[in-house]
């Protein structure tokens, strides 16, 4: 490789890495997270709340909940799961604006009840963090600005392969720990970033796909179909068998269904159907489900007619795609981590966390090297204020990230029931926190305020276990968790991560009380009392 | 060897535009001429997933390119093959 290639490399490197790296810390911390996201809901509802009717009666709900609001029919979801976070059994919405659903469930007694109540889900709310990095805005205005972050982030990673290739071999494994912190940090950088790196390029070329495929399907419709992307997406629909026919029909029972979809596909696990136009001979049913043998996007479906049992669509049933949606769908499943069960959920936590260590490095690394060093007998020095300035950002986004998403996950089972809106308050605790930490980080300097948010996440994380601890001890005081193994994974793994804090807090105060003083990670107070010597 | 020149400014927005600009075109192309044609259902997902893998690889190298200028006319032209063959195609296949 030429020196001078090298060089210009560097200087795209810095730059793409500068601009995209906190941004890019926030959706990866928070993505980590995501992957976890059914566990999370679980920890965040209260164990059996409701009772939910018995699968064996469904047929029976339908039956009964259409004959009572025949508005339910055009569409409505029949929930198959028994875990604590599901809330009713039967639930429609009044259109697709409307955010309070209603539920139908048959009493003990053998009343069929309604309810209609405002639903969100804490799992939601830190996917959202992950798609947004947390930008609000109309018109996902987020997404499209991490859209061009993830380009960039793409950009980055090609340059950063492009500096590190001369010195591969030579340097991968060496992590040089030792007083040269910067070459260890650097060490550091390089080696997670090789290893990484096919996940990496997989999550930024579909990230910018997540983000951007609105315009880039119109730019498409536009240079290559000539307009006729919209018929051709028509055609593709998976509902097109399913012909529009209003005269009144009996549908099959659920199990009968059930039944047809799992000789389509045996290790498909359904999880809801929806169905649409209920009682009519063009009804339709998608059977959403899992199947941990392929990959997929996400949940994957087949389409079934209600009247008939004829499976209408495989397109999106995993295993049975076609060519052109399973080949998207494993593009899907390599950023999602859905193939594989729970090890590779765990590795692309794993992943997502040191991807977030990544970003920060390269901004440690980027201060480093701009870092102004104390001559012998000069005096001390003051640092620039961009390094200074890139320091305390640093800190105050990446730990406030950290701390805002741990407080909020904790305050969802304090507040969860007692507030009307908890929407509101989530949004309100989330940023309150993440703007006080990086403010906090501001006013007290990138050295200080590590240490102190540090801290700050180490109680907040450890304030999950904690909670659910409390619950147990006094159920009086009403946020008893669930007691699923799910629930008690996010416990575990939260006080753990709290340990992590703790260590790093403590390491943190060690180089701020005794570490060099010509940097930015030296405390006032310290330079101070060197300077009255 | 020639020296790079660094041409930031002229480099970035070569390969931004007419980076796009030709992954819509190749993506584009094999939209009409691979497996099935153009109106295969559902093979449109595949064509717009083809679309940033092309674009952000010439945006990555294209700083290897010596200079600006050079960056703007190599691209320039590999766009005007590749949206000759577009047209070519949405006037001779129906």
Known sequence: MRSDVVRLYKVVHTWTGITAGMFLFIAFYAGSITVFAEPLARWASSPASVRLTALAQSDELIARTLAARPDAAKEFTLHLGETEDLWARLTWRKGKDDKSPWSADISSAGDLRFARSYRSSLSDFVDNIHRTAGIPGANDIGETLMGVVSAVYAVALVSGLIVVLPSLVKDLFALRIGPNLKRMWLDAHNVVGVVSLPFHIVIALSAVVFCLHEPLYDALDYVVYDGRLKSIMATSNPFTAIKKDERPASMLPVNVLLDRVKAASPSFVPVEMRYRNAGLRGASVQVWGYDTRYMTRGKGFAVISPVTGEIANTDYLPGREGTWTGIVATFFALHFATFGGDIVRVCYFLLGIAGAFLFYSGNLLWIESRRRTERRHGGPVNQKTSTRTMAAATVGVCLGVICAISITIVAERWLSGRVANIDVWRNAIYYCVFLGSVLWSFLRGAAAASVELLWLAAIATAAIPLTTLTGWTSPALGVQGSASLAALGVDLVALFSALCFVWMARSAAHRVEFGTADSVWAAPQRQLREAAR | ?94
């Not at chain 2, 819509?24 to 893998?53: D, E, I, R, S, Y």
């Open chain 2, 1 to 94: 060897m020639k020296e790079i020149r660094p041409d930031w400014i002229s480099k970035t927005l070569a390969g931004a535009i007419l980076g796009f600009s030709l992954a819509l075109a190749l993506a584009g192309l094999f939209a009409w001429l691979g497996p099935g044609g153009l109106g295969t259902p559902n093979k449109f997902q595949l064509v717009m997933w083809l679309v940033p893998p092309i674009w952000l690889t010439t945006l990555s190298l294209c700083f290897l390119f010596t200079s600006g200028t050079r960056a703007w006319l190599w691209l320039g032209g590999a766009n005007l093959i590749a949206y000759a063959g577009l047209f070519a195609c949405r006037q001779l296949i129906h």
